[in-house]
């Protein structure tokens, strides 16, 4: 039974769900940002680079094989050192979010930090073609009230770092707000199989990502909400964790009538409907 939703919004067509695929394309510097040290791991970062020259173009033939548009969200660094990417991203219609510059996680380094890693991030983009981006998502998912802040007056549309809700809303610190659209552990491929030399990690069986992501699915048809499901070009990508992937997209396709969205779209939807009833 659905719960009882103040926040229900209307999709279009009268599509019963909403779905986003979002990609963080961390690459290198989803490693580079844990220590300097791995700029001598030639392995460490063949793996992140394995996400650019392997998992994107998986990724990109798959959407367009069905259509769909999704979002990627690139690091400053991965900007610069495949520049490539950006263009091939906003060639196929592709939403490009920011998603810090050395992917350093807010917590972890001064407000002065944070606000470097802010500008040179949106400075990297801008260099590769991207136009300003609408959406934000923190390195690891952890916001400051110093990068929350960052995030409104750089004018970011919506924040996708919290989890205060599995539907659009709201995320309010400090008397201010803005748009989120939130994410969740378990709707995130790296708790399942990322995996590391130096603190391990997991080796889920491929299934459970498509089996965990489908009841996810279902009940957001259900509830007639809007989910959205993140993934790493560099897990994601790996031949047997995409046929999954590959099984989940097509079994949500069959259905017929899922609108399928980038969040810059999906903030578009949401948010005046969201302020009628706030």
């Known amino acids: 039974m659905s ?21 963080d394309v961390d690459a290198e510097a989803g490693l580079l940002g ?9 392995t460490s970062l063949s793996e992140g680079r394995f996400g650019v020259t392997r998992g994107v173009p998986r990724i990109l033939e798959l959407l367009r094989r069905h259509r769909i548009r999704a979002t990627f969200f690139v690091p ?15 060639a196929d219609g592709h939403e490009v979010g920011h998603h810090g510059h050395m992917h350093l996680r807010s917590d972890r380094i001064s407000a002065e930090q944070q606000l ?16 300003k981006p609408a959406g934000y998502r923190s390195s690891s ?13 750089k004018g970011f549309v919506y924040d996708s770092s919290c989890m205060g809700d599995d539907r659009p809303y709201f995320e309010t610190w400090n008397g201010q707000s803005i748009l989120e659209l939130p994410v969740h552990w378990s709707l995130d491929d790296w708790p399942m199989f990322g995996w590391g030399i130096d603190n391990g990690g997991n080796f889920t069986h491929p299934r459970t990502l498509a089996d965990t992501w489908l009841a996810e699915y ?6 007639g909400r809007h989910t959205s499901f993140t993934m790493h070009p560099e897990v994601i ?31 578009r939807q949401v948010e005046p409907q969201l302020k009628k009833v706030a």
């Open 141 to 153: 998912w952890e916001l400051t009230p110093e990068t929350f802040e960052l995030v409104l007056a």
């Open 218 to 223: 279902e009940s957001a048809r259900r509830d």
């Open 3 to 23: 719960i009882d939703n103040k926040a229900h919004v209307q999709w279009p067509n009268k599509c019963p769900v909403a779905v986003s695929l979002t990609f």
């Open 116 to 131: 470097e890693e802010m500008e040179r991030g949106l400075d990297a983009l801008a260099r590769a073609g991207a136009p």
């Open 76 to 90: 400053g660094h991965t900007a610069d050192l495949h520049p490539q990417l950006v263009e091939q991203l906003l």
């Open 34 to 42: 844990e220590g300097p040290s791995f700029a001598r791991r030639l």
């Open 237 to 267: 990508g790996r031949a047997a964790r995409f046929e999954q992937l590959e099984r989940l997209v097509e079994r949500m396709v069959s259905d017929g009538d899922v609108w399928f969205a980038r969040l810059d779209e999906v903030a």
